[in-house]
C-alpha cells in the first residue's frame, strides 16, 4: 500500500513533468492534508501558465428577476410568483443600471437570474438588448446553461438558435453557473428538476461552435464526496478538450443561510483552499481559475492566489445570490482595494476584460489591448 507521502511524490512528478492527473489521481489529492504540498503544486502550474499575473475586471452584475420555476435546494434567491420578495426589472432599470455600470467605467455586465413562469424568451433578448442600447462597449455575459436550455423550452427552438438570438441582441459570452455537480448521484438530490448534465455541457459545446467563449463553475462543499468533484472536473475537462472553448473555472463554496439546505455549514477555510488547488491541478487545460472573493471572502480569495488561482474577478456591485444566502462579504470591492489585495499577495495585478484582453485605462474611458494568450497550455502532456 503506497504511502499518503508517495501517492503525493508521484503526482508531483507528474505535474513537474506537464503530464495529465488520471482520477486515481485526484482522489490522492483529496485524500491528501498536506495543504502545502497541494498549495505548491498548484502553484507551479499557476505560474507556469499566469506566471506572476493576478487579474481582475471592473464589472456590475443584474439579476433582472428572482422569480424562478425551479426549486433548487441550495438557492437562496430565487423566488415565487407570489412572494413579497419577488421582482422583475423593467427595461427602465436595466438600462438604468448599465448607464451606471458604464459611467464607473465597468468593461463587463454579468447577468444572471430566475426563469420566471410568465416572461418569454424575447425578455431575456430585450435585457441584452437594452444593455447594449444603454452601453454599447460593455460586454454582455449572460445566461448559464440553464437558464439556455428554458429558453429553449418555452420558445421551442434548439439551443443553438437561441444562442444565436442573443448573440444578435448583443451577447458576448456565457458565464459559468448552472453546473452545480454534474454527477448524477448529487445532481439529482439538489437540483433534479433543472438542465441535466448531458443538457449544460450540450448548451457550452454549442456555445463554443458558434465562436463563443464561456466559463465552468462548481458548488462545493455541500452533500457531494470527493469522487463527484474530481468526476465533475474531468468531465470539464474532456469538453474543454473537444472545443478549447472555456476560459475560467470558479469554485463556488456553498453558502448556506436561507436554503434549503440551511443545517449544513459552510465550507472551512481548508477545504476552499483544497478545492482551489485541486481543480488548477485537474483542470490543466483551462486557462484561468477563479478565487471569486464574493463567495470566498476577500481574505480566503487574496491567499488563494497562492494556491493555482491567477484571477479574483472584479468590483462586482449589486451581487445578490450570494448575499441573499448569507454572504458577509461587502457588495462593491473597489479597483484601489483589489490591486492592494493582489500586490499584497506578491502578484502584478492586471485589469483584463472579459475575453482577457488587457486594459488600459484614463479613469472611466478605458480600451481593451492585446490578448493575454497562455501560451504553456499546448505543453500539457497528454
Ligand atoms: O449556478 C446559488 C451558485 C451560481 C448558492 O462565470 C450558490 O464568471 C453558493 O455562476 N451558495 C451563480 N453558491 C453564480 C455564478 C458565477 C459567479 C461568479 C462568476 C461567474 C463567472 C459565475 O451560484 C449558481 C450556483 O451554483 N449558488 N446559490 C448558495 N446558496
Not at 485524500?31 to 505560474?47: H, I, K, P, Q, Y
Not at 432599470?93 to 416572461?119: N, Y
Not at 464526496?225 to 474543454?240: C, F, M, N, T, Y
Amino acid at each position: 500500500m503506497p504511502t499518503e507521502a508517495s501517492r503525493l511524490n508521484a503526482i508531483r512528478e507528474k505535474v513537474e513533468a506537464g503530464q495529465r492527473l488520471s482520477f486515481d489521481d485526484g482522489i490522492a489529492l483529496e485524500e491528501s492534508n498536506d495543504l502545502f504540498a497541494l498549495g505548491t503544486m498548484a502553484n507551479l502550474v499557476r505560474e507556469r501558465y499566469n506566471g506572476n499575473f493576478g487579474y481582475y475586471n471592473v464589472n456590475t452584475h443584474i439579476n433582472p428577476t428572482n422569480v424562478c420555476v425551479y426549486k433548487c435546494d441550495f438557492c437562496a434567491f430565487r423566488a415565487d410568483l407570489d412572494d413579497p420578495r419577488a421582482y422583475t426589472m423593467d427595461e427602465g432599470q436595466i438600462k438604468e443600471r448599465a448607464a451606471q455600470a458604464h459611467g464607473r467605467g465597468a468593461t463587463e455586465l454579468h447577468i444572471v437570474g430566475g426563469l420566471h413562469h410568465k416572461l418569454p424568451f424575447q425578455y431575456y433578448v430585450d435585457v441584452v438588448r437594452w444593455v447594449k442600447e444603454a452601453a454599447p462597449e460593455i460586454h454582455v455575459k449572460a445566461y448559464t446553461g440553464v437558464e439556455v436550455e428554458w429558453f429553449a423550452k418555452i420558445d421551442r427552438k434548439p439551443i443553438r438558435d437561441i444562442l444565436q438570438t442573443l448573440l444578435d441582441a448583443g451577447l458576448g459570452s456565457l458565464p459559468g453557473g448552472g453546473a452545480e455537480i454534474f454527477h448524477p448521484e448529487v445532481r439529482e438530490q439538489i437540483c433534479g428538476a433543472k438542465a441535466s448534465t448531458a443538457t449544460w455541457l450540450e448548451v457550452h459545446r454549442t456555445a463554443h461552435q458558434l465562436g463563443l467563449h464561456s466559463n465552468a463553475t462548481m458548488l462545493y462543499g455541500h452533500i457531494e464526496k470527493p469522487l463527484h468533484r474530481i468526476d465533475h472536473l474531468i468531465r470539464l475537462r474532456e469538453l474543454q478538450d473537444e472545443t478549447g472553448g472555456f476560459q475560467t473555472f470558479i469554485p463556488l463554496a456553498f453558502h448556506p443561510d436561507n436554503s434549503r439546505m440551511d443545517e449544513i455549514p459552510k465550507p472551512s477555510g481548508v477545504m476552499d483552499l483544497k478545492v482551489m488547488a485541486i481543480s488548477r491541478l485537474m483542470l490543466d487545460n483551462f486557462p484561468h481559475i477563479k478565487a471569486y472573493w464574493v463567495m470566498l471572502g476577500i481574505k480566503t480569495a487574496q491567499v488563494a492566489l497562492a494556491f493555482g488561482a491567477d484571477d479574483i474577478d472584479g468590483t462586482v456591485v449589486h451581487e445578490k445570490i450570494y448575499h441573499d444566502a448569507g454572504a458577509e462579504t461587502p457588495q462593491e470591492c473597489t479597483v484601489a482595494e483589489i490591486r492592494r489585495l493582489i500586490t499584497e499577495a506578491g502578484r502584478v495585478p492586471v485589469e483584463r476584460d472579459t475575453l482577457y484582453h488587457r486594459v488600459e485605462r484614463d479613469g472611466a474611458a478605458w480600451t481593451s489591448r492585446e490578448h493575454i494568450d497562455v501560451p504553456t497550455l499546448a505543453l500539457v502532456a497528454r
